[in-house]
């Protein structure tokens, strides 16, 4: 067992999420644009330092950065599926669910050429039917849920939740889950965004961020065996230049503390076969 894993994942949402707000000005739109403008800078990033990743990209996107989106792949990383315009799955029917995810397997099949293995929900938003949807098509694995932190599991389908009782949880699914959070979200930190009902400051400086971030490393690293670590990286957000510096002394830190790096279909598939992740061992 390694001393732990970092899987770097990027959301690669360009228009769509401004889209899937009704932010349609050309100055929201343009923000949507910067992230296919900062994606060439990231793979070079990773390029140098021979890291491979995941990337979850709405089909909007594939079909409009078509080029961007192939030399993803070209450089050896993933793309798993992020629904088709950044839609919020928690409001939808089963139905809906099902022809978003579907359309969203065609377009990158046609596109890029292969059947996306991953998926991990816009805004982070899953249900149970989520879940089951996901299992029928043959999703192997998802990234929205936040039951662990440094451990994979599988996912679960059908929960039941109530006020006046205890919850009833579902069956296990075949859906490996490997869990995100908030926390290990850039989006939260550096993105300004004003709507009509709330603002969100973001801006900070990438240093706190990554202190933030490397407190939960160092304590993985003390307690847990073969922990895995998931971050999230929007490239319209990381892909300026003083946070694309932060990323980088980031990274090299972990390549120094002896951190590996996976693309998330490794992940799933390694605990498939039987691979435990995250197993607690304090001393």
């Known amino acids: 067992m390694n001393k732990g894993t970092v899987c ?3 959301d690669f949402d360009a228009i769509s999420l401004w889209l899937q707000r009704d932010m349609t000005t050309m100055t929201s739109i343009s923000r949507g644009e910067f992230g296919a403008v900062a994606v060439p800078r990231i793979l070079h990033m990773l390029g140098k330092r021979d890291i491979q990743s995941t990337w979850f990209v ?3 996107t594939i079909e409009t950065y078509p080029e961007v989106c192939k030399a993803i792949i070209e450089q050896g990383h993933e793309i798993a599926l992020h629904g088709y315009a950044h839609e919020n799955f928690n409001i939808l029917s089963f139905e809906e669910e099902r022809e ?3 359309k969203s397997i065609d377009v990158t099949e046609k596109v890029l050429g292969f059947r996306p293995k991953g998926f991990r929900s816009p805004s982070w938003d899953v249900s149970s039917r989520t879940i089951k949807n996901l299992e029928s098509l043959g999703v192997v694995y998802d990234s929205s849920q936040m039951g662990n932190d440094y451990s994979v599991y599988f996912s679960r389908c059908e929960d039941q939740h109530f006020k006046d009782k205890a919850s009833k949880f579902g069956e296990q699914s075949k859906v490996v889950e490997i869990p995100v959070s908030w926390s290990l979200d850039d989006y939260v930190y550096f993105e300004y965004l ?3 009902t709330a603002v969100f400051p973001g801006l900070k400086r990438p240093d706190e961020m ?3 971030w490397n407190g939960d490393i160092d304590y993985m690293l003390r307690d847990f065996q073969n922990g895995v ?3 999230t990286f929007h490239p319209q957000v990381s892909g300026r230049g003083h946070r694309l510096l932060g990323i980088e002394n980031w990274i090299d830190g972990l390549m120094e503390k002896g951190i590996g790096f996976s693309r998330m279909d490794s992940i799933a598939d390694s605990f498939l076969k039987g691979t435990e992740f995250g197993i607690y061992a304090p001393e």
Request: net charge positive; glycine share 12%; proline share 6%.
């Open 194 to 196: 004003k709507t009509s």
């Open 229 to 231: 670590l998931v971050v």
């Open 8 to 10: 770097l994942t990027f």
């Open 58 to 60: 709405p089909g909007h």
């Open 100 to 102: 978003i995810l579907q």
């Open 210 to 212: 990554f202190g933030n």
